[in-house]
């Protein structure tokens, strides 16, 4: 079963926008990762963020997580055409071997020049 | 410093064959773990391994299987190939014993069933 859960599930935003990805999960966690994707190609890690942390800053990306919702969210600012591709987010799923990440099915960005 | 690399990059093989997939993790990295990614399913986890040894399963059927190597190469076996079996299947590394550090993904391997 997935942990995360991402909405929505499509964005589609002009170049230069911010764009607004959510992330839902179940359990308890050690830390929430972002990841991107290119169409056919492996996941790139974006921001590791913490439990114990509320915010966290990468150029221009934002990731907040509310742990008491159980949410995320990742915020792309001045968007651009390259930032076209899925995002995912995943959950150590907060035990104490974990040695897997579970991820959500994504949300699909496409940023229109 | 090389990528993560997986080869074949594409596979096309017909039910009942068995396959073998390859990951060659960053230098230095000695945890390998290994995800199938599908349209309907999305991404799932199958295994992961540190130092040869298999620390974590997904919810697999028993025909997947995997190992590793001492030089940290893996290499995951599908036995008794289905049509479901078709798949992007991904192979991350990362440093140390932890799970809360960045995965480096390769490309991976583009399986087709026929």
């Known amino acids: 079963s997935q942990q995360g859960e991402e909405d929505p599930q499509a964005l589609s935003i002009q170049e230069g926008e911010n764009a607004t990805m959510n992330c839902s999960y179940k359990?308890?966690?050690?830390?929430l990762q972002w990841y991107r994707q290119n169409s056919g190609r492996g996941l790139v890690h974006l921001i590791l963020?913490?439990?114990?942390?509320r915010e966290k800053h990468s150029g221009r990306l934002r990731v907040t997580l509310d742990t008491s919702k159980k949410s995320s969210s990742l915020l792309i600012t001045a968007s651009r055409a390259a930032d076209t591709a899925s995002y995912f987010c995943?959950?150590?799923?907060?035990?104490?071997?974990?040695?897997?990440?579970?991820f959500g099915k994504g949300t699909l960005l496409t940023v229109n020049p | 410093k090389a990528g993560v690399t997986q080869t074949p990059r594409y596979l096309i093989k017909t039910r009942g064959q068995q396959v073998t997939l390859s990951c060659s993790p960053i230098?230095?990295?000695?945890?390998v773990s290994w995800y199938q990614q599908t349209p309907g399913q999305g991404l799932q986890f199958l295994f992961e391994?540190?130092?040869?040894?298999?620390?974590n399963k997904g919810n697999f059927p028993g025909r997947f299987s995997g190992r590793q190597f001492s030089n940290s190469r893996s290499e995951m076996n599908v036995s008794t190939l289905e049509l479901g079996d078709s798949a992007l299947y991904l192979c991350?590394?990362?440093?140390?014993?932890?799970?809360?550090?960045?995965?480096?993904f390769g490309d991976g391997t583009r399986l087709s069933i026929l």
């Open positions: 963020i913490r439990s114990n942390e």
């Open positions: 995943a959950t150590d799923g907060g035990g104490g071997s974990n040695y897997k990440l579970t």
């Open positions: 359990t308890s966690i050690n830390n």
């Open positions: 391994y540190f130092s040869e040894t298999q620390r």
């Open positions: 230098s230095g990295h000695r945890s």
């Open positions: 991350a590394s990362s440093l140390g014993t932890l799970i809360d550090q960045p995965q480096h």
